[in-house]
């Protein structure tokens, strides 16, 4: 898809990978709708979009109510008569082992990282049919595939919405939407900002690359209506890695991980 002059709902914008995102679409002649549900973020990130894209808006949302999402793309639709692109980007993570972890924030995990995402292809997929064209684009992580302790809810989560995702790409296809999935993994974003476990705090030390480097591919992902992107691309071996020596793989996992269980 050629991205310019497209109308594109960016979800998570306010910050991280989502912020980059809309940023790397406005440059490119994209017009971005930011949605997050931190308000202050959102005003932060429009303003930086505002510079690339002078119509572009943000909007308040919480993604894991449906009323709120389909409010969203109703108003978008309303002030601009299309939608072609969705980014699924919004997506949060807790960090703790079973013993620690609350069934409220599992749930809060799965309502935000798979109903959030799938409460806007529901609002967003019959307008796109109507147009007989639409790019969808799922932001999963390489977290659903190389799964570690203490992100039990986080990578089901990610993992539910792969196999969805999947799923729809057949679905879908013949009606003129393209479903892509991009799976990040050692992002530097803001998702461990609120972990307070030793487990949480090495897993962000870990985490060195750029979010524009996850926009970029997410950009390439839209334009080139590619199936499955993994970035960055080093990862592609760690997850052959894993499939292929499972055993091995979790067996090297474990000894290096112990330490920071408790």
């Known amino acids: 898809m050629n991205i310019k002059g497209k109308i594109a709902i960016v979800t998570g914008a306010g910050s991280g990978i989502g912020r980059e995102t809309a940023i790397e679409l406005a440059r ?23 510079k690339h894209a002078p119509d572009a808006t943000g909007e308040l949302c919480d993604i894991s109510k449906d009323t709120q999402v389909r409010q969203v793309v109703q108003k978008t639709t309303e002030r601009y008569g299309r939608i072609d692109i969705l980014v699924n980007n919004a997506g949060i993570m807790i960090v703790k082992l079973l013993d620690e972890l609350s069934a409220d924030e599992f749930n809060k995990q799965m309502s935000v990282n798979f109903q959030g995402g799938v409460n806007f292809i529901l609002a967003v997929a019959p307008i796109m049919k109507k147009q007989g064209k639409g790019v969808i684009i799922n932001v999963a992580s390489v977290g659903g595939r190389l799964v570690v302790p203490g992100t039990a809810a986080y990578a089901a989560s990610k ?23 991009v799976l990040p993994g050692g992002t530097r974003t803001g998702i461990f900002d609120s972990t307070n476990t030793k487990l949480g705090k090495y897993y962000q030390s870990q985490c060195k690359t750029p979010p524009a480097k996850a926009a970029k591919a997410i950009r390439q992902a839209i334009e080139k209506e590619r199936f499955v992107t993994v970035t960055p691309s080093s990862y592609k071996l760690l997850i052959e890695f894993h ?20």
Do not use: T
Not at 159 to 181: C, R, T
């Open 159 to 181: 993992a539910a919405f792969h196999a969805f995702s999947e799923s729809l790409y057949y679905e879908l296809k013949d009606s003129g939407i393209h479903v892509g999935i």
């Open 28 to 50: 490119h002649g994209c017009l971005p709708i930011l949605v997050d549900i931190d308000e202050d973020r959102l005003k932060e990130a429009l303003v930086e979009v505002l």
């Open 243 to 262: 499939d292929f020596f499972p055993g091995f793989f979790s067996k090297q996992l474990l000894r290096r991980l112990r330490p920071y269980f408790k």
